[in-house]
Every structure is written in structure tokens, then in C-alpha cells.
């Protein structure tokens, strides 16, 4: 009869993994490993890319025709300042203040949101400094309106 080691059992292989005290590990290779790892690093990755992509996607300045957009904020800076060069004859402009010019282009919008700015009519330029607004008509080149602001 065989001599039996308590932690042999009598039905199966010796299994050295038992003797070191406690159940026996699960065989791990190198593969499976390797595959372990890769899975990991492919989490990693996308991750970084989900992440540098949503930074980086973010509205642009400028748009594929960049050339043409500059153009046009050039030509409304140059409107923009020809529109105050002629207000300028008509009401002393603050010094050291850059104002808001906009055209009208609806004007009964405006009228329903702003009932001071009755007479506004499409076309008018409003010019807003931190004090008041003026309401500009290139027309008649005029002030049709000038509030103060609260």
C-alpha cells in the first residue's frame, strides 16, 4: 500500500501547489497574460483619445474660409467706424469707450423688447455705450433716439 502525504489525496495526482497551504492557484500564462494587459492598454487609449478629441473639437474662431472671414470682419469694423464717425457730428461720444454698433434688421423685434425704441425702423444702426444708446439713421443721418441706459 502507497504511503499518503495528508495533503495527497488518495484519488488524485500530487499537486505541489497544496502543499504551500491553501487551495491551488489558477493556472495563469504568459498569453493569457499578454491578452490581459493589451485589453487594458486598448482601454487606456481610447480613453485618451475620447478625451483629446472633445478638448480639441470645441467651435473654431475661424472657419475653413478664414480669408473671407476676415475680410468681413474688416469690412464691419470699417462700417462699424464710419457709422460712429458720423454719429460723432451729431452727439460728443465718450472717450476711451468702445461701443456696441449693430444694424437693425427686424425692427419690430426690437420695438416689442425695447418700447423706448418706438420709431426704430430695419436699416437703423443702434450704437450702445455702458451709458446710453443711440439709435442712428444712415437715411436722413440723423438721431432718431437717444436713452439712457439703468
Not at 486598448?42 to 480613453?47: E, G, K, N, P, S
Not at 474660409?65 to 462699424?80: D, F, G, P
Not at 430695419?122 to 443711440?134: E, I, K
Request: glycine share 4%.
Amino acid at each position: 500500500m502507497p504511503i499518503k502525504n495528508k495533503n495527497q489525496e488518495t484519488h488524485g495526482s500530487f499537486n505541489p501547489r497544496k502543499l504551500q497551504g491553501g487551495a491551488a492557484a489558477p493556472a495563469s500564462s504568459p498569453t493569457t497574460l499578454y491578452w490581459v494587459a493589451g485589453v487594458v492598454a486598448v482601454i487606456i487609449l481610447a480613453a485618451a483619445a475620447f478625451w483629446y478629441f472633445r478638448v480639441h473639437s470645441g467651435p473654431k474662431v475661424e472657419t475653413a474660409n478664414s480669408t473671407s472671414s476676415k475680410q468681413n470682419q474688416s469690412e464691419a469694423v470699417k462700417e462699424a467706424e464710419n457709422i460712429l464717425d458720423r454719429v460723432a457730428k451729431h452727439i460728443d461720444l465718450p472717450q476711451g469707450e468702445k461701443p456696441q454698433v449693430a444694424r437693425v434688421t427686424d425692427a419690430s423685434k426690437l420695438k416689442s423688447k425695447f418700447p423706448s425704441l418706438s420709431n426704430v425702423k430695419t436699416g437703423d444702426y443702434l450704437v450702445v455705450y455702458s451709458t446710453w444708446t443711440a439709435v442712428y439713421d444712415p437715411e436722413d443721418d440723423k438721431l432718431t433716439t437717444v436713452t439712457p441706459l439703468k
